[in-house]
């Protein structure tokens, strides 16, 4: 077989193989076009709040916020180890952190309703409360990219 041959199979193997992949194709084409496709609002994507215990106070950032779930970041820098705690308007919005030992760093994931919260450092500690506000819920994170 010289190289024309060898280059004339080789055509009408390529165009083989493309008339396969288009068959295939055209029927995926419509695959995921659904008119019914309910885009539903999805909760607000989580914020997360710092704070601060020492032996005076603790500190909260940002102190006002919109409703929804919450990751608190908490720093523990007095000498006694804290619970953060979050008292909110109703029993059933009270959460409250593991211990955070002396110079540690501890977390708090809370869903917060509207109104308005006392953050304290549990009952072991001499802080004095921080106050924050919860306003209405955040918008929907639907139209955000790259959330999990």
Request: proline share 8%; with cysteine.
């Amino acid at each position: 077989m010289g190289a024309r041959e060898a280059f004339r199979s080789i055509g009408r193997r390529a165009v083989a193989a493309a008339g396969t992949v288009a068959l295939v194709a055209v029927p995926l084409a419509g695959c995921g076009e659904d008119d019914d496709f309910a885009n539903e609002e999805r909760p607000a994507a989580p914020i997360v709040v710092t704070a601060k215990v020492d032996s005076q106070k603790v500190a909260v950032s940002p102190r006002e916020f919109g409703a929804g779930l919450v990751n608190f970041t908490v720093s523990n820098q007095s000498d006694d180890p804290v619970t953060l705690t979050l008292v909110g308007p109703a029993p059933e919005d009270n959460e409250e952190s593991g211990e955070i030992p002396p110079g540690g760093v501890g977390n708090l994931k809370a869903s917060v309703a509207e109104g308005d919260y006392e953050i304290n450092g549990g009952d072991r500690s001499d802080a004095k409360p921080a106050q924050v506000t919860v306003g209405a819920d955040r918008p929907s994170s639907k139209d955000d990219l790259l959330l999990p």
